[in-house]
């Protein structure tokens, strides 16, 4: 037979620390909480700067191969795409 630790609380003292838990009115949100990031705009600037390196990076790698493409006689979009 298994049983809980010593010192453990069983599912009755659970259940009722649960539903005094629940009767407070300090355990229930604030109901005018603001949500998401208040520094929007300072969130995007970091956001832009932590990916322009790696698309810099990404444009230095791929501009020799259209231009190979282009090179070779493509003209449109869809063309150096394909």
């Given at each position: 037979m298994?049983?809980?630790?010593?010192?453990?609380?069983?599912?009755?003292?659970?259940?009722?620390?649960?539903?005094?838990l629940l009767?407070?009115?300090?355990f229930s949100p604030p109901r005018s909480a603001d949500l998401g990031n208040p520094n929007l705009p300072d969130a995007a600037k970091?956001?832009?700067?932590?990916?322009?390196?790696n698309a810099r990076r990404f444009a230095a790698n791929v501009?020799?191969?259209i231009d190979e493409i282009i090179a070779?006689?493509?003209?449109s979009h869809n063309a150096i795409a394909a």
């Open positions: 298994c049983s809980a630790p010593r010192g453990a609380p069983d599912y009755a003292d659970a259940m009722f620390n649960l539903a005094l009767q407070r009115k300090s970091c956001g832009t700067a932590a990916v322009k390196p501009r020799p191969i070779a006689g493509a003209t």
